[in-house]
Structure formats: C-alpha cells, structure tokens
C-alpha cells in the first residue's frame, strides 16, 4: 500500500488553497461560497450512506464510531472536502467497516462492493433530487428567481447537482482507495482480485498522479457534463418547461 507523510501533504493543500483564495476574482468568491452547501451535502449522506449500508449488512463499527449521523463534521476529511470545493472532486472521511460482521447472505467482497457502491448511489440520487428542486423552482416560482435571493438559491441549487455528480463519479474511479476499486474487486476471478492487491501499491500512485496534474478532471468532466444536461432535460420535461 502506498503511504505519504499526511503532515506534507496537508502543508501542500494550504499553500495551494492560501493560492488559489489569493488569486480569486470577487465572482469566484461568490461562486465559492455557493459551492459550498452543495458540497458539505454531497460529503455527508455519501459518507452516511456508506455507514448505512454496513449496519445494514450487519457490520456495527459504523455506529460504534459514531458515523450513522448526518453530522458534516462527523464525516469531513480536510483533504477531500478542499479539494471538492476548488477542484470538484473530492472524498469524505473513509467509513471504517469489518467485513467480517457482514450477514451471511453475501460474500465479503460483495458486501464491500455493496456498501462502497452505496456512497456514489445516494450522490446521484442527490443530484436527480436537486434537478428536479431546480426545475420546480424555475415553474412554480419565476418570478422568484428573477430577484437577488433567488438567483442565488438557485445557483446553490445547481452548485449542488454538479457537486453531486463530480463526487458520485470520482468515487467510481476503480483506483485505490476510491469506492471504484472496491466494487471492480467483486467482479474480478480469485486470480483478478490476487492481481490487484499485489500490485495496489501501483494504483494508488496512479491515483496520485491523476489527483496531482489534475488529469482526473479530463475523465470526469465529459461525464458530468453528460449526466447534468441529461438529468435536466428530464427534470425540464417532468415540469413542461
């Protein structure tokens, strides 16, 4: 497994973040402070989601430490929730399971491929959710929008859709250790998922690399802009806009 000095990489967000504030137009800050509910949203029913479907499964480590909460708090990594804000992909604070305390009516790997899938699941149900709150807005309260209250509700709203969907599509990513590696695994034969673990160390500095030059956002964004048009068109028709 790879391991990096969580002190350096915490100093590297600092200055890059301290940067990035520096640089930002009074526009960005406004759009910053948008992103923002969207993003403490995203992280923490995510994060809640994957606790849920432990306990459900019969694992009790998500509730013995604290985490079937909705608590943003709880659930937030320093890391993943600047990155989320700034970069629009990001992670939340890993859920610690035992696979182990899993009920007998699946397989250990599939009960992990079950409770990693549940994280991406609720970001996109979030994300059809808000669409349709966007679109309702935009038919029941027009006029509404028009004004300065409004048009800021409803960029937070949106903020919320692309958040949602960035989060839910980056967790899909199967590279360790984001929920995509987790569900590959259940699929894989007993050679596939041998393969995998031997040469984890490999894909987390993929990882790395993809999070560093920023070549994550060349994957996810096609995708997003997909989903987001899509979600829209359908939310648009469901309310005859």
Wanted: net charge neutral; with cysteine; aromatic share 14%.
């Amino acid at each position: 497994m790879f391991y990096a000095d969580k002190r350096f990489i915490y100093l590297l967000l600092i200055v890059l973040v301290l940067m990035s504030l520096m640089s930002m137009t009074q526009l960005e800050w406004i759009a910053l402070l948008l992103t923002l509910p969207g993003v403490l949203i995203a992280i923490t029913f995510h994060e809640f989601a994957h606790a849920f479907a432990a306990t459900k499964l019969g694992d009790d480590t998500p509730g013995m430490q604290g985490r079937l909460n909705l608590n943003p708090l709880t659930h937030i990594d320093p890391i993943g929730f600047a990155l989320l804000l700034f970069a629009g992909f990001g992670w939340g604070k890993p859920v610690q399971i035992n696979p182990r305390n899993f009920n007998r009516k699946y397989s250990q790997t599939a009960g992990e491929a079950i409770v990693a899938a549940a994280g991406p699941i609720m970001n996109f149900i979030l994300a059809i959710l808000f669409s349709l709150i966007y679109c309702a807005i935009f038919k029941f309260a027009n006029s509404f929008v028009l004004t300065e209250v409004g048009y800021f509700i409803t960029a937070a709203v949106q903020y919320a859709i692309i958040v949602n969907l960035g989060l839910g599509i980056f967790n899909l990513i199967p590279l360790p250790p984001l929920d995509g590696s987790k569900i590959l695994v259940n699929f894989l034969s007993y050679n596939g998922k041998q393969w995998i673990y031997e040469h984890e160390q490999i894909f987390y500095i993929i990882f790395l690399v993809l999070w560093i030059t920023g070549l994550a956002g060349y994957v996810i964004s096609p995708v997003l802009n997909f989903l987001y048009s899509g979600l829209i068109h359908i939310a648009m028709a469901i309310f005859g806009l």
